[in-house]
């Protein structure tokens, strides 16, 4: 579901939002402060945004990640039981979404963006809630070594982007997931060939991969991933004869 048009955020809200940022920027030089809110699940979500250079693509709510929301609704899931990891959390609205279904939920995103999650978290996730969610950076490539390979579940919106990142996102996923483990990533295509190729080409060398969803006006897929098998000696042995044979009854 869309979100209502962005609002400046009242004052109520601003003494909180600064008290935050301040921490971050002592020198007091607070960015531009917008409220987007949406319906997810039967919970009205209030999303703050930091407007500033620091924050950059953390700073919207993509298309890609509503989508996966919306996927939620629709399916009626419930993460109750399970736990759950966001990578390129932005702005937290998965993750929070996730958690208040009842997911032990860990949001992850760059360090600058952890200030934003935070504050999100407050505002949306009450104390009460069975599991408060988790705040944590993770850098694909380099941190995901510190934290476990047992995730039940692990999300990801808009995050096949830049081609640079694929190798080190891929290390990412393979280090944070086990044969139990169901990853959802959304996608937003819009004709991006490295996108295709990332989920068409490298994807499939490591994980099961479907298309479960499409948002077809905005061009999005949501990918559902499991890890492969690792194939036993065995089948390797026979692969190998089976490849033998083959070329035995190619005509020379």
């Given at each position: 579901?869309?979100?209502?048009?962005?609002?400046?955020?009242?004052?109520?809200?601003?003494?909180?939002?600064?008290?935050?940022?301040?921490?971050?920027?002592?020198?007091?030089?607070?960015?531009?402060?917008?409220?987007?809110?949406?319906?997810?699940?039967?919970?009205?979500?209030?999303?703050?945004?930091?407007?500033?250079?620091?924050?950059?693509?953390?700073?919207?709510?993509?298309?890609s990640?509503?989508?996966?929301?919306?996927?939620?609704q629709?399916?009626?899931?419930?993460?109750?039981?399970?736990?759950?990891?966001?990578?390129?959390?932005?702005?937290?609205?998965?993750?929070?979404?996730?958690?208040?279904?009842?997911?032990?939920?860990?949001?992850?995103?760059?360090?600058?963006?952890?200030?934003?999650?935070?504050?999100?978290?407050?505002?949306?996730?009450?104390?009460?809630?069975?599991?408060?969610p988790?705040?944590?950076?993770l850098?694909?490539?380099?941190?995901?070594?510190?934290?476990?390979?047992?995730?039940?579940?692990?999300?990801?919106?808009?995050?096949?982007?830049?081609?640079?990142?694929?190798?080190?996102?891929?290390q990412?996923?393979?280090?944070?997931?086990?044969?139990?483990?169901?990853?959802?990533?959304?996608?937003?295509?819009?004709?991006?060939?490295?996108?295709?190729?990332?989920?068409?080409?490298?994807?499939?060398?490591?994980?099961?991969?479907?298309?479960?969803?499409?948002?077809?006006?905005?061009?999005?897929?949501l990918?559902?991933?499991?890890?492969?098998?690792?194939?036993?000696?065995?089948?390797?042995?026979?692969?190998?004869?089976?490849?033998?044979?083959?070329?035995?009854?190619?005509?020379?």
């Open positions: 579901m869309e979100g209502r048009s962005g609002s400046r955020k009242t004052a109520k809200h601003m003494d909180k939002s600064s008290n935050v940022l301040s921490k971050e920027d002592p020198e007091g030089n607070l960015p531009s402060i917008l409220v987007n809110h949406y319906q997810f699940c039967g919970y009205d979500l209030e999303i703050t945004r930091y407007l500033n250079e620091r924050m950059g693509v953390s700073a919207f709510v993509w298309n990640g509503l989508t996966l929301c919306q996927f939620f629709q399916e009626r899931i419930n993460f109750s039981g399970m736990k759950v990891l966001e990578l390129g959390s932005g702005t937290g609205i998965v993750g929070i979404l996730a958690a208040l279904l009842g997911g032990e939920v860990t949001l992850t995103d760059q360090i600058q963006a952890l200030k934003q999650i935070e504050y999100n978290v407050s505002v949306n996730v009450p104390d009460s809630c069975r599991h408060l988790k705040i944590r950076a850098s694909w490539g380099f941190d995901q070594v510190h934290f476990p390979s047992d995730y039940d579940i692990i999300l990801g919106s808009d995050i096949v982007y830049y081609p640079s990142d694929f190798p080190l996102l891929l990412t996923l393979r280090h944070l997931s086990n044969q139990r483990t169901t990853i959802y990533i959304a996608t937003e295509l819009g004709g991006c060939c490295a996108a295709h190729k990332f989920h068409e080409e490298i994807i499939p060398q490591y994980f099961n991969s479907r298309i479960i969803y499409r948002n077809q006006r905005a061009d999005i897929n990918y559902k991933l499991t890890l492969k098998v690792p194939k036993t000696g065995e089948e390797l042995s026979m692969e190998k004869e089976t490849r033998k044979k083959l070329l035995s009854r190619q005509p020379k």
